[in-house]
């Protein structure tokens, strides 16, 4: 069982910055995928990216070059390093939680959520 806080989320203006983070509670932190996923108004919910135990990071394309994920195990937490924000990152910011090695693009693939964080990014 793992149970997920996410933390970091609020307003900034076009171009800045946020680091969102998520803690873990359970055992089986270490032992799983991490990803974040995020939902616009209207939208569905998408994969941002992921890192696995191994510390193998993905990212979905508007992620690459401007977002960082990274996890410190002996913590138990998750972070989102966001740079050069746009108006169209705005939406709610979840992390979740996959157990095991495997990699997961899909909200599906992923077992354990968070209650979401939320971004605004104004223009």
């Known amino acids: 069982q793992v149970q997920l806080v996410e933390s970091g989320g609020g307003l900034v203006q076009a171009g800045g910055s946020l680091r969102l983070s998520c803690t873990a509670s359970?055992?089986?932190?270490?032992?799983?995928?991490m990803g974040w996923f995020r939902q616009a108004p209207g939208k569905e919910r998408e994969f941002v990216a992921l890192?696995?135990?191994?510390?193998?990071?993905y990212y979905a394309e508007f992620a690459k070059g401007r977002f960082t994920v990274s996890r410190d195990n002996a913590k138990n937490t998750l972070n989102l390093q966001m740079s050069s924000l746009k108006p169209e990152d705005t939406g709610v910011y979840y992390c979740?939680?996959?157990?095991?090695?495997?990699?997961?693009?899909?909200?599906?693939?992923?077992?354990?959520w968070g209650q979401g964080t939320q971004v605004t990014v104004s223009s």
């Open positions: 359970g055992r089986t932190f270490t032992r799983s995928t």
């Open positions: 979740a939680a996959r157990p095991g090695s495997g990699l997961g693009y899909n909200d599906y693939d992923y077992a354990y």
């Open positions: 890192v696995t135990w191994a510390d193998y990071t």
